[in-house]
C-alpha cells in the first residue's frame, strides 16, 4: 500500500541553524510533491511544490529536493527563527488528470530554540 | 488571495444529532473541494472529493450516508455529519482546487467538532 513517512515526530534546533526535515514515500510514483505548514488548531498553509523533473525549489530561506529514484524529499529552513516552529507536513497526489485529494504524511513538530 | 473559509470553527453537540460545516471559497471559483478529517496527534486523511453539480466520490471506509457532501455553487460546498456519536469528534477540514487539474490546493481553518 501507499506509505509516505516523515523523520521523528519531534525536532529540535538552535534558532539560526538549518533545520532538514525528511519525507519518504512507497507505492507512490508522484507527478510532484508538496510541503505544508500547519499552526496548531489550524488548516495546513501552502509552502511549496516540487515536480518530478525538479532536483530543487527554493523560496526564500525554504529549499526543497526531490530524488525520485530514492524515494526521498528534503525540507530544509535556512537562517531558522522560533516564528518557524511548527508541524510541517509533506503531501502527494498521483499523477494524471483531474484534482486528485492529496495523502499526508503525520508530519514533522519542528521547534526552534531561541 | 485564495482564501478559504470554514463556518463554524467549533462546534459541541449531543450525540445523535447532525451538524452542517460549510467551506467556501471566497476570491476564487472552485471546481473541486475536498474533505479531510485529522485526529489528535494523526495526519490529515481525505474523506471525499466534492465536484461542483455533481455526486462527492467518498473515500475508502468514509460512510456516504453519514457524511452528506453538497457543492451546491462553485464557492460553497457542505459536509454534514448526520446522527453524529462521540467517534465522530474531530477535526474538519476543506480544502478547494481554483479549476480542473490545479495542483495547488488551498485550505480552511478546520472546524472542531465535540460530540457529547
Known amino acids: 500500500s501507499q506509505k509516505i513517512e516523515q523523520n521523528s515526530e519531534a525536532l529540535n534546533i538552535q534558532e539560526g541553524k538549518t533545520a532538514t526535515l525528511t519525507c519518504n514515500y512507497t507505492?507512490?510514483?508522484?507527478?510532484?510533491l508538496q510541503w505544508y505548514r500547519q499552526d496548531p488548531g489550524r488548516g495546513p498553509v501552502f509552502l511549496l511544490l516540487?515536480?518530478?523533473?525538479?532536483k530543487e525549489k527554493r523560496k526564500e530561506r525554504l529549499k526543497v529536493t526531490f530524488d525520485t529514484t530514492l524515494k526521498q524529499s528534503l525540507f530544509h529552513i535556512t537562517a531558522s527563527q522560533p516564528a518557524d516552529s511548527a508541524t510541517y507536513l509533506c503531501a502527494l497526489r498521483s499523477g494524471g488528470g483531474g484534482a486528485d485529494g492529496l495523502t499526508f504524511g503525520k508530519g514533522t513538530h519542528l521547534i526552534i530554540q531561541p | 488571495g485564495a482564501v478559504v473559509s470554514q463556518h463554524p470553527s467549533w462546534v459541541i453537540c449531543k450525540s445523535g444529532t447532525s451538524v452542517k460545516i460549510e467551506c467556501r471559497s471566497l476570491?476564487?471559483?472552485?471546481?473541486?473541494m475536498f474533505w479531510y478529517r485529522q485526529f489528535p496527534k494523526q495526519s490529515l486523511m481525505l474523506m471525499a472529493t466534492s465536484n461542483e453539480g455533481s455526486k462527492a466520490t467518498y473515500e475508502q471506509g468514509v460512510e456516504k450516508d453519514k457524511f452528506l457532501i453538497n457543492h451546491a455553487s462553485l464557492t460553497l460546498s457542505t459536509l454534514t455529519v448526520t446522527s453524529a456519536h462521540p467517534e465522530d469528534s474531530s477535526f474538519y477540514i476543506c480544502?478547494?482546487?481554483?479549476?480542473?487539474?490545479?495542483?495547488?490546493?488551498?485550505f480552511g481553518p478546520g472546524t472542531r467538532l465535540l460530540v457529547l
Open positions: 476570491d476564487f471559483q472552485a471546481t473541486t
Open positions: 516540487i515536480r518530478e523533473n525538479e
Open positions: 480544502s478547494a482546487a481554483p479549476g480542473q487539474g490545479r495542483e495547488t490546493q488551498y
Open positions: 507505492n507512490y510514483s508522484p507527478a510532484y
